[in-house]
């Protein structure tokens, strides 16, 4: 999922799970007729340059995954592009959201949470552009390697 904050709306990219069902109709009260003006979906495999034109359509990348214990390679493109997230608070992404600001972690179950994080956005967009620069840093060099190193030296 890919968030356009500005404009209140969502691309959706890729064979979407239940992750979205449960975070977004939370994020904007159950109101499923204004989730489906919001978003615009492409519910398939994407080739790889559909992916890429995706990703430079976006200003934020949504990796707020429910119960996601690991790591995500969108996060990783995120990051490679310059992209902030808004992210789960859970493993991996977590970490790197709070450990390395790349992004605002959420739990993607509380409408809460995901509101109060679009209205940061909102309310500050060069702070929040600010994490896009940090994944970029974090993420231009990333490999599985680095990657391990990066685990290694928290643990």
Known sequence: LVLR????RALVVGRSGQDLGDS??????HDLPLLERLMIR??????????R???????????AYHDHPGMS????QAGQMGLPVLGCSAGAIGMYCRDQAVGLPVDPRSGDQVLAALDRISADPSAFAALGANGYAVFRHFTRETFKRSVAERH
């Open 73 to 76: 390679g969108v996060l990783v």
């Open 42 to 51: 492409i519910d398939r495999r994407v080739s790889d340059d559909e992916e």
């Open 24 to 29: 977004l109709p939370a994020a904007v009260g």
């Open 5 to 8: 904050p500005a404009f209140g």
């Open 53 to 63: 034109l995706a990703f430079e359509a976006s200003d934020s990348v949504w990796v």
